[in-house]
């Protein structure tokens, strides 16, 4: 992403933004739970969105999303097996894009889904694979989440699969 490596995942929209004010709870000596607790039930009641333009195999689209989910390869999204994969070697980047939610019970029933049924990307979310994706917005910085790590990016947000390009070395007598 523009340059920087991610082995699991990146988002943008909701995610980052709860991961930042669950940090600056932290920082006035919250425990990561009740911070975590605090965030995850206030960031969402801002109904927060992101407008972006996104381009990906010559093809693109306008939309209003509350989180942008990016996959290193397919991503299950199923129940508690959410972040499984059958291949880390596919050379793709799974893109999910949530509906923006018209109301907070909404948003709720879409995340109980996603924990509580099976797959339903298809009904709940725009799913597609790419190699490259280049989200455009209008905002001066986008926040971005990196395997769980927060930053503060100028738009265009690049992405781009780097096929095998992780190198895993295993100690002798361990294979």
């Keep these: 992403m523009n340059g920087r ?17 669950r940090e600056r709870r932290r920082r006035q000596g919250w425990s990561k739970w009740l911070a975590m607790a605090w965030a995850s039930l206030s960031v969402p009641r801002r109904f927060p969105s992101l407008s972006v ?14 989180f942008l989910f990016v996959g290193n390869n397919e991503y299950m999204v199923e129940g508690f097996r959410f972040g499984r994969r059958r291949s880390l070697d596919e050379g793709r980047i799974w893109v999910f894009v949530a509906p923006p939610p018209s109301s907070r019970w909404k948003a709720v029933r879409l995340t109980l889904r996603a924990l509580f049924k099976r797959d339903r ?7 597609f694979q790419t190699r490259e994706l280049r989200v455009e917005t209008t905002r001066e ?8 790590e927060i930053f503060r990016v100028p738009p265009p947000v690049r992405y781009r699969s780097r096929p095998l390009a992780l190198r895993v070395r295993v100690p002798a007598g361990n294979g």
Excluded: H, M, W
Aim: with cysteine; glycine share 10%.
């Design 5 to 21: 490596v991610f082995v699991n995942n990146s988002s943008l929209g909701l995610y980052p933004a709860i991961v930042f004010a």
């Design 141 to 148: 910085q986008v926040r971005v989440a990196l395997d769980g």
């Design 121 to 127: 990307r298809d009904r709940d979310f725009k799913v």
């Design 53 to 66: 333009c996104l381009e990906a195999d010559g093809g693109g689209a306008r939309v209003v999303t509350p």
